[in-house]
């Protein structure tokens, strides 16, 4: 593992969002290798908005994977306590819509099915 400018390469980082989305079981090693090849690290996009555009991720995996990341750096602040906050109550607010949305699908098929 040689480090560049005190760091290590992504590859070999094991709080990289690559290494942390395979460790978490988002993504394989082979399918994320493959995708690296394509991406081109630019100013106006990073790793996981280039996953998560090619649909190998969601934006919550990345989000997850990200604050498993300033765990692992101990990076955490009072700010990015809110933001992990934040994105648990909105993951939350998308899971109940979910649910709410199935449970009226399943009343409307029941409702159908019993000639209501």
């Not at 998560?52 to 995996?61: E, F, I, T």
């Not at 109550?89 to 449970?103: A, C, F, H, P």
């Amino acid at each position: 593992m040689a480090k560049k400018n005190g760091k290590l390469p992504p590859t070999d980082d094991p709080t990289s969002i690559g290494n942390i989305l395979i460790a978490m079981g988002f993504i394989a090693k082979d399918d994320l290798d493959a995708l690296v090849r394509d991406f081109v690290s630019s100013k106006d996009e990073r790793l996981g908005e280039f996953l998560v555009k090619k649909q190998a991720v969601s934006k919550d995996d990345v989000e997850t994977a990200f604050i498993r990341q300033k765990v692992l750096r101990r990076e955490f602040s009072r700010e990015s306590m809110t933001d992990v906050l934040v994105i648990n109550q909105n993951r939350n607010d998308r899971i109940s819509t979910s649910i709410e949305s199935i449970l009226t699908a399943s009343r409307l098929v029941l409702g159908k099915a019993n000639g209501k």
